[in-house]
């Protein structure tokens, strides 16, 4: 078991950068690798990126690779998400969650395989 608590998000102008922080506690912290996922207005929550808590192997969409960055620090027990070069089509509900026994994308990537989530923090990117 493992519990997320999200910091970070707020308002940005397109172009503009934001940082989202994971904070993971709890019994199981270490067995689980850490991903985000992003719900946009009207949309089911979609895969961003992620990354094993021990291997520290990363995964991305292909879309937002390049200006999305996921790093851990294991000292800290966080995971932050690092957005760069923003876009208004970027504004959603942003969501970390612990998944245990992946080891490649595919799996990462189905919402199902998670059974612990953050409460979510709002993006928002304006003109």
């Known amino acids: 078991q493992v519990q997320l608590v999200q910091s970070g998000g707020g308002l940005v102008q397109a172009g503009g950068s934001l940082s989202l922080l994971c904070e993971v506690s709890?019994?199981?912290?270490?067995?689980?690798?850490i991903s985000w996922f992003r719900r946009l207005p009207g949309k089911e929550e979609d895969f961003v990126a992620a990354?094993?808590?021990?291997?520290?192997?990363?995964y991305y969409d292909d879309s937002l690779k390049g200006r999305f960055t996921v790093a851990k620090d294991n000292a800290e027990n966080t995971v932050t998400l690092q957005l760069d070069n923003l876009k208004p089509g970027d504004t959603a509900l942003y969501y970390c969650?612990?998944?245990?026994?992946?080891?490649?994308?595919?799996?990462?990537?189905?919402?199902?395989?998670?059974?612990?989530w953050g409460q979510g923090t709002q993006v928002t990117v304006s003109p």
């Open positions: 709890g019994p199981g912290y270490g067995y689980f690798d």
């Open positions: 990354i094993g808590w021990k291997s520290g192997t990363t």
């Open positions: 969650a612990a998944v245990y026994g992946c080891s490649e994308s595919s799996c990462y990537e189905k919402r199902r395989n998670y059974s612990w």
